[in-house]
């Protein structure tokens, strides 16, 4: 498959999902601080969303740019990556709304962690079908950051039914460790 066309599909899809997770931004009504901080639940929601697909979608184009070869299982996986970063405004709504629900908690929380997953199946797939480059695809997979995102996950899971606003903290945290732990060298690119 033609690697840009699915690079510019898939940036395509990444802007639609940020859009429209700021147009879900509600306009406070009144003009006092106070009802801009009544809105804080999808502020928080929203910039860890914002900011979860923003790191991610900078390793994917990283991931895309060592990749030569899109065969059908890598796109099938983007378009499945794609399809639960579509569901971020929902997931990410429903939690400001209710950010003390475990439901909209575990929604949330198994929302990215589902995409997350897929991710790292589409880096596994592209290293296998591109072998010449797998070794600068696989840096995704740097062993720090696999270890305490499957740690997250799991603890996220159990700590979410005591405390659901963890699913929020939990992932704010996975952004700042992606920050911290880039791919070697994506910053260079080929």
Do not use: C
Not at 23 to 39: F, M, N, Q, T, Y
């Amino acid at each position: 498959m033609n690697k840009s066309r699915v690079e510019a599909f898939t940036d395509a899809i990444v802007a639609i999902v940020m859009t429209i997770m700021v147009l879900e931004i509600k306009v406070p009504h009144g003009a006092g601080w106070d009802r801009l901080w009544a809105e804080k639940a999808y502020f928080v929601a929203y910039l860890i969303s914002f900011f979860r697909i923003a790191t991610t979608w900078y390793n994917h184009h990283y991931l895309f740019t060592n990749a030569h070869w899109i065969s059908r299982r890598a796109f099938w996986l983007n378009i499945a990556w794609l399809f639960f970063m579509s569901l971020f405004p929902v997931a990410t709504g429903w939690i400001s709304e209710e950010p003390h629900s475990r439901i909209a908690a575990y929604f949330y929380f198994l929302i990215f962690a589902v995409w997350g997953i897929t991710f790292y199946v589409m880096v596994a797939v592209l290293a296998h079908d591109n072998p010449k480059y797998s070794k600068r695809i696989l840096q995704m997979l740097r062993p720090k950051r696999s270890l305490f995102e499957l740690a997250s996950l799991i603890i996220g899971i159990g700590v979410i039914y005591w405390l659901p606003i963890m699913a929020l903290i939990i992932l704010g945290i996975n952004i700042i460790f992606w920050l911290v732990f880039p791919p070697k060298g994506s910053d260079r690119l080929l």
